[in-house]
């Protein structure tokens, strides 16, 4: 898939027209429209923008799919909070146990 593609797909699942999307992301609608027919790409800092946003990694979006990834595209705020606690957690554990 390539990086419009990709674009498109998570502005679509998260349910945000290009206005609401590029109002996230700080552009205007025609670039995102732009970055959805390949008419451009985004640069890196609307790339993490992007991947911020719509709670992805930077490599989803540059690379191909990689089927180890744990994608958290659907998930709602309450999940997505309960994922970084965890992390937080696991991370102090590797800490202390070192």
Not at 4 to 17: A, P, Q, Y
Not at 46 to 54: D, F, G, R, T, W
Not at 86 to 92: A, D, F, P, S, V
């Amino acid at each position: 898939m390539d990086i419009h593609d990709k674009i498109k797909m998570l502005r679509e699942s998260n349910g945000w027209s290009q206005l609401e999307f590029a109002d996230r992301i700080g552009v205007s609608r025609q670039t995102v429209s732009n970055w959805e027919t390949g008419g451009g790409i985004p640069s890196i800092p609307h790339i993490k923008m992007i991947a911020l946003q719509c709670r992805v990694s930077t490599d989803y979006i540059i690379y191909n799919d990689c089927p180890y990834q744990l994608s958290l595209l659907g998930i709602d705020d309450e999940e997505y909070n309960l994922l970084q606690s965890m992390i937080r957690m696991l991370e102090q554990k590797q800490k202390e146990s070192v």
